[in-house]
């Protein structure tokens, strides 16, 4: 299958500063990307749909001045997370598919880990 | 809100044996997608069966589909310890946005 890489896959910061997740397809000209947080043991919670060169729709209850989502090209998003708070800490994942309908390629994750 | 419930929540067998899960949805479907996900990993795809299919075989794997009782099950034969994971459907809506609605998972257990 396609591959889609994250980095960083952890990252551990201080209350108050921003963090950027990107999302890559490597082989692949991703149409659509997607942002999901998963917390522990529990399953994914879609936060929010990009399309290249377009705004990112977001879920409802997810803060677009707070999670903010650039999808600049067919191979790259990505997700920063501004201001961020002990409640941010989650386990982030993206994925990606391209044309209409079929499979989605999940990247490896990001641990976010705030103070 | 998730679509798909998954059933069990958990489940703990022997290596060996055959694994079956199962998932639920309430809305019309273009195709249920299973996945699976090493704990602290991204998801791996499975397989993809479309709404006008009933039964799908990869290696080990068997998936069946539904759709007039809406549910789907994966089955997992001879099972082993590298076997143990997470597993998740997730539904293609034919209605609205094109985007993926994940089950709870299935925690899955293999024991040596």
């Known amino acids: 299958g396609a591959v889609v890489s994250q980095h960083p896959s952890w990252v551990i910061c201080k209350s108050g500063t921003s963090v950027k997740i990107e999302c890559r397809s490597l082989?692949?000209?991703?149409?659509?990307m997607f942002w999901y947080r998963q917390f522990p043991k529990q399953s994914l919670m879609l936060m929010a749909t990009s399309n290249e060169g377009s705004k990112a729709t977001y879920e409802q209850g997810v803060e677009k001045d707070k999670f903010l989502i650039n999808h600049a090209s067919l191979t790259l998003s990505t997700l920063t997370v501004t201001s961020a708070h002990p409640e941010d800490s989650s386990f982030y994942i993206c994925s990606a598919r391209w044309g209409g309908r079929g499979e989605q390629f999940f990247g490896p994750g990001t641990r976010l880990t705030v103070l | 809100s998730q679509q798909g419930e998954e059933d069990p929540q958990a489940l703990s067998i022997q290596e060996g044996e055959n694994a079956t899960m199962n998932c639920s949805y309430k809305t019309s479907i273009n195709n249920l997608q299973w996945y699976r996900q090493n704990s602290g990993r991204g998801l791996v795809h499975l397989i993809l069966i479309r709404s006008n299919e009933r039964e799908k075989h990869s290696g080990r794997l068997r998936v069946t589909l539904d759709t007039s009782k809406k549910s789907s099950s994966l089955l997992i034969t001879a099972s082993r310890a590298a076997d143990t994971a997470s597993y998740f459907c997730a539904t293609d809506p034919q209605q609205g946005a094109q985007k993926l609605v994940f089950g709870q998972g299935t925690r899955l257990t293999i024991n040596p």
């Open positions: 082989d692949f000209q991703a149409t659509t």
